[in-house]
């Protein structure tokens, strides 16, 4: 159930970011035609999940076209990189904290093992 949960928040933040970066183009490219739209919309498809050109595409798109605030259409596109951050730098954390437990383990695994050697 919480798979369903998140795939369907998933679909619903990617479809914002589709139409954002579709508006950004839009409004870089000043497309008036209906034709032409549905071409900067296949196109959008694929510039919205590359990295830091759909992020920037789409905070232009819901600025400037949909007028929202700037750090909540940086939220919107930036929270993958946001959320990895966080992970790495807690991880970070975690292992620099393993890795002092198992050095004061291998010493003492060291010192044993020489101390067998010479009786």
Request: net charge neutral; hydrophobic share 55%.
């Amino acid at each position: 159930m919480p798979f369903f949960i998140v795939l369907f928040f998933y679909i619903t933040i990617s479809i914002y970011q589709i139409s954002a970066v579709t508006d950004a183009l839009k409004l870089i490219f000043m497309v008036q035609s209906t034709f032409l739209e549905g071409v900067l919309f296949i196109i959008s498809l694929f510039l919205t999940f590359t990295p830091f050109l759909g992020p920037i595409l789409g905070i232009i798109g819901a600025t400037f076209v949909w007028e929202w605030n700037i750090l909540f259409s940086a939220l919107l596109f930036f929270w993958p990189y946001l959320i990895g951050f966080l992970f790495f730098f807690f991880r970070n954390k975690s292992l620099k904290k393993k890795n002092t437990k198992n050095q004061t383990s291998d010493i003492e695994d060291a010192q044993i093992i020489e101390e067998e050697k010479f009786k």
